[in-house]
């Protein structure tokens, strides 16, 4: 088998908590192979398209933390030789991948010339990847899995943002309610796994939360009429971090630079000058908190992969 390259990545269309549950995989497996993983921001849906421009504002680093095996500095990326980046859509890596899950030689089963498509290439990585988070992450409760160990490669680096709510949040009930606000209407082209995700009743999310007593809830969630519709049951029982509230049915704001969204959105969204790097950072405190609460009640989504793995969870579908 070749030499493996100095980096490995793994570009994709995805929310914040897909983006990072790749990235957990590539530092875990660039450490296991002194490498490192790749975090390129510009694919993330805050920076996407007309948004670029705020990547070159600021530093990174002045506020989020980011894991040592990282690489995130955009002019470091560009400069890298594609030679020395092992890349999820290539070939070679299918390979290696299959022989770092399995512990088996990945070229008894895998031909060195063995070519893919683009399109069946990106199928057969992505299914690979959903087989090697199982194996690595079933296989272990949480004390030992090592994927909740690396937990989040990125976080907020201002850790008295976390640290004000973190002794609140361990006490209370987290309910992550990712409800689109009007996403399914906004965009043009939704995609239909992500609107049965939201596509819930939210009563149900009301009648779980009833079962927990007199338990206090931490509510994260893209839409404000549901956190209103919780303090109208549960009083100030009720809460949630300071964040910025999108507009009912503009979305949950992360994905605003999207090309699917209308113009008229978008020219809404920059007139208001809504900075997509306040957006990361609150929603990095709230799915950080979201692992500290003693139970979770969410609907399926990424953004609350880490929280499931972390305490015991009631999943609303």
Same mark, same amino acid.
């Given at each position: 088998?070749k030499?493996l390259?100095?980096y490995?990545?793994l570009? $994709? $269309? ?11 995989i590539?530092v ?9 993983a790749i975090?390129?921001?510009r694919q ?7 948004n670029k !421009?705020?990547?070159r ?7 989020i933390e980011?894991h ?5 500095g955009?002019?470091?990326?560009? !400069?890298? /030789?594609?030679e020395e980046?092992?890349?999820?859509r290539?070939g070679?890596?299918?390979?290696? #991948?299959? +022989?770092w899950?399995?512990g088996?030689?990945?070229l008894?089963?895998? /031909?060195?010339d063995f070519?893919?498509?683009?399109y069946?290439?990106?199928e =057969?990585? @992505?299914?690979?990847?959903s087989e090697?988070?199982?194996s &690595?992450v ?5 004390? =030992?899995?090592?994927?909740?160990k690396?937990?989040?490669?990125? @976080?907020?680096?201002d850790? =008295?943002?976390i640290?004000g ?5 361990r006490? !209370? &009930?987290?309910v992550?309610a990712?409800?689109?606000?009007g996403?399914? +209407? ?5 995609p %239909? $796994?992500?609107?049965k995700?939201m596509a &819930? ?6 009648? +779980?939360m %009833?079962?927990h007593?007199?338990s206090q809830f ?8 549901? #956190?209103?519709?919780? %303090?109208?049951?549960?009083g100030? @029982?009720?809460f949630s ?7 009912a049915?503009?979305g949950?704001l992360?994905n605003i630079?999207?090309?699917d ?10 007139s ?7 957006? #990361?950072?609150?929603? #990095?405190?709230?799915?950080e908190?979201?692992? +500290?609460? %003693?139970?979770?009640i969410?609907n399926?989504?990424q953004?609350?992969?880490?929280? @499931?793995?972390t305490?015991?969870c009631?999943?609303?579908?």
């Amino acid at each position: 088998m070749k030499t493996l390259p100095k980096y490995t990545t793994l570009k $994709r $269309r995805d929310g914040l908590g897909g983006q990072l549950r790749t990235l957990s995989i590539l530092v875990d497996f660039a450490e296991q192979h002194g490498m490192n993983a790749i975090c390129d921001l510009r694919q993330f849906s805050y920076f996407r398209k007309d948004n670029k !421009s705020f990547l070159r504002d600021r530093n990174p680093a002045d506020l989020i933390e980011f894991h040592p095996s990282l690489i995130y500095g955009l002019d470091q990326i560009d !400069s890298i /030789p594609s030679e020395e980046i092992l890349d999820w859509r290539n070939g070679g890596f299918l390979h290696i #991948l299959i +022989e770092w899950a399995t512990g088996d030689s990945a070229l008894k089963k895998y /031909p060195e010339d063995f070519e893919f498509g683009e399109y069946p290439l990106y199928e =057969s990585a @992505r299914n690979l990847m959903s087989e090697t988070w199982r194996s &690595v992450v079933d296989s272990r409760d949480a004390s =030992s899995n090592k994927l909740v160990k690396v937990k989040m490669p990125i @976080r907020i680096k201002d850790r =008295s943002l976390i640290e004000g709510y973190k002794i609140k949040v361990r006490n !209370s &009930v987290t309910v992550h309610a990712r409800l689109g606000n009007g996403e399914q +209407e906004t965009m043009k082209r939704a995609p %239909k $796994r992500a609107l049965k995700r939201m596509a &819930v009743d939210r009563g149900k999310f009301i009648t +779980e939360m %009833k079962k927990h007593g007199d338990s206090q809830f931490f509510i994260c969630t893209d839409t404000l009429s549901f #956190l209103n519709e919780c %303090k109208d049951v549960f009083g100030d @029982r009720v809460f949630s971090i300071d964040r910025d509230w999108p507009p009912a049915g503009w979305g949950p704001l992360h994905n605003i630079s999207d090309q699917d969204y209308p113009e008229d959105i978008k020219r809404q969204w920059r007139s208001a000058r809504i900075d997509p790097w306040k957006l #990361l950072c609150t929603d #990095l405190i709230d799915m950080e908190l979201m692992c +500290e609460s %003693k139970h979770i009640i969410c609907n399926e989504s990424q953004f609350n992969y880490f929280a @499931r793995f972390t305490q015991k969870c009631t999943i609303i579908k």
